[in-house]
Each structure stands twice: as structure tokens, then as C-alpha cells.
């Protein structure tokens, strides 16, 4: 059965900053959720084989393939990640390197994945660091999904102030929910 969210985590700690705010936006909906996470899914880099200049889809059998067909029927797609070194964590970069198959070319763009979604990212960080690239490499993710514009929720002191103490964050994730899921 279809599910109406995919979830995109690059989360490698459970139960940590990321996994707490991601588990208060889809606390009792997981069973509307299809995801793909580091440690549950197996996804490799794009390793520029060409195949998609000609078939159009990427031929690497893995977990990128149930994003690729989730894509045509979600309704909300949610991309969370702790900062590394300024960036998404390795996982969802190598997620990210295989929407290349989005575009042709080298210039134009393919369509991009199914119908337009509403989007949200979850980034949490400990605070010493530039986050502004992480938000713009998961901004360009979820374009590939054909999401524009996602909510953004951002918990970026977690060396001092755990991300569910935050409460910025926390109100962001229930007004996400509220409109979405109720
Ligand atoms: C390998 C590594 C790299 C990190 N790089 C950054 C960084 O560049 N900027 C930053 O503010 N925090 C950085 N942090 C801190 C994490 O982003 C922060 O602790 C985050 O809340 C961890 O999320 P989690 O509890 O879900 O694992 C880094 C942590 C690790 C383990």
C-alpha cells in the first residue's frame, strides 16, 4: 500500500538530538511511513555508470529504488540529519549524489520525481560549526522530489541544550503536525 510520508533519515545515533524531533513529528503515524535510513537500507553513491543517460532511471538495485517509486505517491517528505562537518552525514549525501539520474545533459533537468509534496527538514547540530551549506544540500534534495519550500526546523545548540529541550524546535514540530497529520 502507497505511503503518504518518506522519510529520509541520516541519522546514525537512535534515540538521539535528530531521532527525538523526528519521532515527535511522526509519533503514531509510522505505519504511513516508508523509509529509508542508515543502518535499515543499504544505498550506494552514484558511481557514474551513464545508464540513466539513456533508460532514464538508475540501475543500482538498493534502497534508492523504493524513494525513486515512493516519490510518485507521498504526500510529505521529511529529510533529518545531524550536521557533519557542516554537511548532511555521509548516508544522505550518497542518497543525494542519486537524484543525478534527475538530470541529463549535465544542464537540463529531467522532470523531477512525482507530483509536487510539502517537505520538511530536521537538522540538529552541536553549535560550533557553519550550517548553512547542510540546509542547502537538503533544500536541493527535496527539490529533486519535486518539494519546494519545505519547513525547516533547525535545533542548533544540542552541545548545550538537548534538541527536545528546545523549545523553538518543539514548537515548529507541533505546528508541522497539527497541519499535516490532524
Ligand atoms: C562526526 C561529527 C561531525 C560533527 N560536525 C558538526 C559540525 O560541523 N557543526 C556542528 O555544529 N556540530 C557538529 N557535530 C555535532 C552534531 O551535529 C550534534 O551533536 C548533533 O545534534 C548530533 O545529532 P544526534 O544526537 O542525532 O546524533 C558533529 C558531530 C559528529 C559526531
Not at 535499515?40 to 532511471?57: E, R
Not at 512525482?114 to 550550517?131: N, Q
Amino acid at each position: 500500500m502507497p505511503k503518504d510520508v518518506l522519510v529520509l533519515s541520516g541519522v546514525l545515533r537512535g534515540q538521539g538530538n535528530t531521532d527525538a524531533l523526528l519521532s515527535r513529528l511522526l509519533h503514531g503515524k509510522k505505519s504511513d511511513c516508508l523509509w529509508l535510513a542508515f543502518g535499515g537500507d543499504t544505498v550506494s553513491p552514484c558511481v557514474n555508470c551513464k545508464a540513466c543517460k539513456t533508460q532514464s532511471v538508475c540501475r543500482i538495485a538498493d534502497g534508492m529504488q523504493k524513494v525513486y517509486s515512493a516519490a510518485q505517491s507521498a504526500k510529505y517528505v521529511v529529510l533529518a540529519s545531524p550536521v557533519y562537518f557542516g554537511n548532511l552525514t555521509g548516508f544522505l549525501l550518497d542518497v543525494l549524489s542519486r537524484f543525478q539520474c534527475c538530470f541529463k545533459d549535465g544542464y537540463r533537468t529531467a522532470p523531477i520525481i512525482g507530483p509536487k509534496k510539502e517537505g520538511a527538514v530536521i537538522l540538529t547540530a552541536g553549535g560550533y560549526g557553519e550550517t548553512a551549506f547542510a540546509e542547502k544540500q537538503a533544500r536541493l534534495m527535496l527539490k529533486m522530489l519535486n518539494v519546494e519550500n519545505p519547513t525547516m526546523i533547525t535545533s542548533y545548540q544540542t552541545d548545550t541544550v538537548s534538541a527536545i529541550s528546545d523549545t523553538g524546535a518543539l514548537n515548529k514540530i507541533d505546528a508541522l503536525r497539527r497541519r499535516w497529520f490532524s
